[in-house]
């Protein structure tokens, strides 16, 4: 009789344990999914640059609530996880600035300059652990 019980017993902690596990999988799942969208509707669109300012703010926020480290130049670091970068790539001198440049040059700067300047995502990629949005690159369409 005693057997039994303790069999029972282990029965119910493994089922309980799956389910856990499950649950947790599921609710990861579903976390990740609803925080690539945010991101990857821009894909192959071209937007204006007050919808990418606020897109390099969504960005930003990101890194901070996940706490991701910044390097001596207060760039994010990359950290395999949950770290989203944006880079921004001009016209009119042909360079990439990334999104802290921006961000530290003040986004209303940025937006009373190129708000009605037209870009594009044309690159998107994701974390390989955690399959979230990882980096997005813009280019300017008009000038």
Do not use: P
């Amino acid at each position: 009789m005693k057997k039994l019980a303790i069999f029972f017993l282990l029965i119910v902690i493994v089922i309980v344990g799956v389910s856990y596990m499950y649950l947790h999988y599921k609710a990861n799942y579903y976390t990740t999914q609803r925080e690539n969208k945010q991101f990857e509707s821009y894909y192959e669109q071209e937007i204006y640059g007050t919808e990418l300012a606020t897109i390099i703010n969504k960005a930003i926020d990101n890194n901070q609530n996940y706490e991701v480290q910044k390097d001596e130049k207060g760039k994010f670091i990359n950290n395999d996880n949950a770290s989203i970068q944006i880079d921004i790539k001009m016209l009119d001198n042909e360079k990439t600035y990334n999104m802290e440049a921006l961000y530290r040059g003040g986004m209303d700067k940025f937006v009373q300059y190129y708000g009605e300047i037209i870009f594009k995502c044309t690159k998107l990629e994701y974390h390989k652990a955690t399959n979230k949005v990882k980096y997005l690159l813009f280019e300017q369409i008009t000038q």
